[in-house]
């Protein structure tokens, strides 16, 4: 385990304000005077809804997963790739932090199948290629790889991958010793729709059982459990605003 180091998932809805690019920026600025290095995985619901909705295309979600026709992958690769992870690499290379941008499609980071048959293009992650990142990130510099959640298959096809588990695979195979996801919301509610401050990986999969963890936060909730499953210390779920 690397304690000396951080990935922070950022939620495409909390990019939606500006505000959360600048904190973004300065907890990373903050982590790195503090002698952590940082990664980034990234959503992009939001940016990808308007432009699907540009085209004419409508969607639909299972589990919390986009169900994605190949029409809507080339929409939804674009959009992260070209759109989402350029926006985040010219803010923080503005404020002064090196960075590299990438989609897990490069130096096939992350190696997929496909998930199942009723979410089309959605992959499952099989393999976490990122010794290429560790080199990276053992250069002098140490530049903060800042990465978009879209997965290549064995013949090459790409695949919509859930940011929460690109964030949650990739924070393993890295071994951080913290795992943070800024999102909209204030974090994990219980039953009186009230926030938890702390919670055991038990307690979590009794929310789970219960039914009392659903939508959106389902698939996240599902992702922290396999982090912390997989030797994952800490995993924080905080507002982005």
């Known amino acids: ?32 005077r503090a002698g952590f290095k940082v990664a980034v995985v990234h959503g992009g ?24 026709t190949p029409a809507m992958m080339d929409i939804i690769e674009s959009t992260l790739c070209g759109e989402v992870n350029r926006k985040l690499v010219r803010y923080l290379s503005a404020a002064g932090l090196p960075t590299m941008g990438f989609a897990g499609t490069d130096n096939h980071t992350l190696m997929c ?14 393999a976490v290629n990122c010794a290429w990142m560790e080199v990276l990130m053992a ?12 997965g290549i298959g064995y013949n090459g096809e790409a695949y919509n ?26 974090g994990i509610l219980n039953k009186q729709k009230q926030l938890i401050n702390a919670v055991t990986p038990e307690e979590l999969q009794a929310l789970v059982d219960d ?19 997989n030797g994952i210390p800490l995993v924080r779920v905080v507002n982005g605003k």
């Open 1 to 32: 385990m690397n304690n000396n180091r951080i990935l922070i998932k950022v939620g495409g809805a909390a990019l939606v304000d500006d505000s959360v690019l600048e904190t973004v920026t300065q907890a990373i600025q903050s982590y790195r």
């Open 45 to 68: 619901g939001p940016a990808i809804n308007a432009n699907l909705t540009k085209a004419g295309i409508k969607w639909n979600f299972v589990d919390g997963q986009r169900v994605t």
């Open 113 to 126: 199948t496909r998930s199942n048959e009723a979410l089309g293009q959605v992959g499952q992650i099989q």
């Open 139 to 150: 250069l002098p510099s140490a530049p903060v790889p800042i990465m978009a959640p879209i």
């Open 161 to 186: 991958i859930n940011a929460d588990w690109a964030a949650t695979r990739l924070a393993g195979a890295l071994n951080v010793g913290q795992l943070i996801f800024l999102t909209d919301q204030d």
């Open 211 to 229: 039914g009392t963890v659903q939508g959106g936060m389902l698939t996240k909730v599902k992702s922290i459990l396999h982090a912390r499953k």
